[in-house]
């Protein structure tokens, strides 16, 4: 079974720090560009960030400029989210997906222009509160 699962959300206080984890099963994201998203309760899905197959290069929303971090350990099929400085408006249920396709692009270029329709996989997504 393809899937991707999300580990480490959790309830922390603003200006707290968190890391997620998202890992491939069934399948491997080498040669995927990989994106996070999240939802917000009551709000539509949005893209936090983006992180090309060689890890070279990213891209992020102006809320996560400066405050998270995206990173992968394409060894073990992992990809990271590191967020810093943590605010009550990150409350949300976060998502990773990856790139689909035989022949993967590996750049961020269609996540840039598409958002969540560039990404085929996805995971179930994991919650992460914060309190004032």
């Known amino acids: 079974q393809l899937q991707l699962v999300e580990y480490g959300g959790s309830s922390v206080q603003s200006g707290g720090s968190l890391r997620l984890s998202c890992a491939a099963s069934?399948?491997?994201?080498?040669?995927?560009?990989v994106a996070w998203f999240r939802q917000a309760p009551g709000k539509g899905r949005e893209g936090v960030s983006c992180i090309s197959s060689s890890g070279r290069s990213s891209n992020y929303a102006e809320f996560a400029e400066d405050r998270f971090t995206i990173s992968r350990d394409n060894d073990n099929d992992t990809v990271y989210l590191q967020m810093d400085n943590m605010k009550p408006d990150d409350t949300a249920l976060y998502y990773c997906a990856a790139e689909g396709g035989s022949f993967p692009v590996g750049r961020c270029t269609d996540y840039v222009q598409r958002g969540a329709a560039a990404m085929d996989y996805w995971g179930k997504g994991t919650l992460v509160t914060v309190s004032s």
């Open positions: 069934g399948f491997s994201i080498y040669y995927r560009a």
